[in-house]
């Protein structure tokens, strides 16, 4: 039943590798693309780094005032531009609202930031080829840019996107890896219930490709494999498969405009979809950096519990499939033991993993995906599975039901749900 307390969602941003703005990123989704590419070889054995980055982004399309570009790094202004996207999308620009009645909240991580910035202070320190740290206190305030540190803070993309939309609500930044956008989104719906605000905009940002954050990553996990000029042009990222070849590092941002439905009718507003529920839960993964199967299928039962939605209600679940058989056995067996045959479908042979932007962005591409009564199917998969008996959706479809469930993990055994229905 439709209730004028209900939380919706009203408008969509995104800035993605296969697509910048909602009609780009539909489109992308629809025709098949996969982001996923070879981006540097490593190491003696000339091993291959896949990765699926955004090109040919530029912040200034999106941020104003343009002097504001100095004090955002990459990773800031694409959180920036896929907020002022999903702004305009809800057709906000023109709207009077209660600035004290806005929030932002976002999920965010560790942002790599651009080693260029530290290049002269490296070099300034380098005496006979070998570096002296000793002289980097002294050369970092004459070689270092000023605000250099302010441009990478993990909550700079809510700083920012708050001041641009005079938001004096709530305003948070939640950076819990590939579960913090889900997180944020959970905590803005209870900001909303609470009436603590009638609108806040939700996003997420990551950029895993960044090379100083390949090489934060775990190693193991990652698809580093040797180049295969055959399958370079076939998406290498297979979760749930047999032959799965590890976690594919992704970029991007996402963000959509989350409010109170008498809010939105009152100011014309189009609906989306309904926020109906979310849950996140923990547990230690039975081996290092392997998930936990535990908290995966609590995390989702509490989240249909709480949108009062079964299982077999669900047109799909989207699944995090990281690619890599270990995690996915643990979520294999959670989804197999939460919701049984539901259909599953995964976003990561399209667009990577993405840390903390990920939960968002696989979320909207299943919710415009709705908009097409579609679900999109995994690409690339080879037909047979590791050791489950899930319901892979390999292919696109139609969809049966308005409601689809996002689930989200980290390899340290944090988990998140939330239940969407879509209105269209």
């Known amino acids: ?18 697509g910048i703005g909602r009609e780009a990123f539909t489109q992308g989704l629809r025709d098949g693309k996969s982001a996923v590419r070879a981006i540097n070889e490593t190491g003696e054995d000339r091993r291959t780094i896949y990765a699926a980055p955004v090109m040919d982004f530029e912040g200034k399309r999106y941020v104003k005032p343009r002097k504001a570009l100095k004090v955002m790094s990459p ?23 209660e600035s004290d009645r806005l929030g932002v909240i976002y999920g965010s991580e560790l942002i790599p930031g651009n080693l260029d910035d530290l290049v002269g202070g490296v070099k300034a320190c380098a005496a006979d080829g070998k570096l002296d740290l000793s002289r980097w206190g002294q050369v ?32 948070n930044t939640i950076a819990q890896d590939e579960v913090s956008s889900l997180l944020a989104l959970q905590e803005a719906a209870l900001m909303i219930e609470r009436d603590r605000a009638d609108l806040i905009v939700v996003g997420g940002i990551g950029n895993r490709c960044a090379p100083s954050r390949i090489t934060h990553c775990w190693q ?20 749930f498969a047999f032959d799965s070849r590890g ?77 890599f058989r270990d995690l996915d056995l643990e979520e294999a067996a959670a989804i197999e033991a939460s919701v049984g045959s539901t259909p599953v479908t995964a976003f ?23 908009q097409d009564s579609r679900r999109f199917g995994m690409l690339g998969h080879p037909g047979a599975s590791v050791d489950c008996e899930l319901h892979l959706c390999l292919e696109d479809g139609k969809t049966n039901s308005p409601y689809f469930l996002k689930h989200s993990f980290t390899p340290l055994g ?3 749900a939330v239940v969407i229905e879509s209105e269209v």
């Not at 039943?1 to 296969?18: A, R």
């Not at 840019?145 to 938001?167: E, F, K, Q, S, T």
């Not at 840390?355 to 968002?360: D, K």
Request: aromatic residues 4%.
């Open 348 to 370: 990561s042979p399209r667009i990577g993993t993405a840390g903390a932007g990920c939960g968002i962005l696989e979320l909207l591409a299943s919710l415009v995906g709705m």
């Open 414 to 416: 944090h988990a998140a």
């Open 247 to 323: 976690i594919v590092a992704g970029a991007g941002a996402g963000a959509i405009v989350l409010e109170r439905r008498s809010h939105a009718v009152r100011r014309g507003a189009h609906v989306l979809a309904r926020y109906r529920g979310g849950a996140s839960r923990c547990a230690a993964p039975e081996t290092k950096y392997g998930g936990s199967r535990v908290s995966s299928q609590l995390a989702v039962e509490a989240a249909l519990a709480e949108a009062n939605v079964a299982a077999s209600d669900l047109d799909h679940i989207n699944a995090q499939g990281y690619a």
């Open 220 to 239: 193991a996990s990652c698809d580093r494999h040797p180049y295969d000029s055959s399958s370079h042009d076939s998406p290498r990222c297979r979760p």
């Open 1 to 18: 039943m439709v209730g004028v307390d209900d939380i919706v969602i009203t408008g969509i941003g995104c800035v993605t590798s296969i």
């Open 75 to 97: 990773e800031v202004q694409m959180a920036y531009s896929a907020a002022q996207l999903a702004w305009q999308d809800a057709g906000l620009e023109e709207a009077e609202l």
């Open 140 to 171: 970092f305030e004459k070689q270092v840019y000023p605000l250099w540190m302010l441009r990478n803070l993990p909550n700079m993309p809510a700083c920012h996107v708050g001041i641009a939309i005079d938001a004096r609500g709530p305003n």
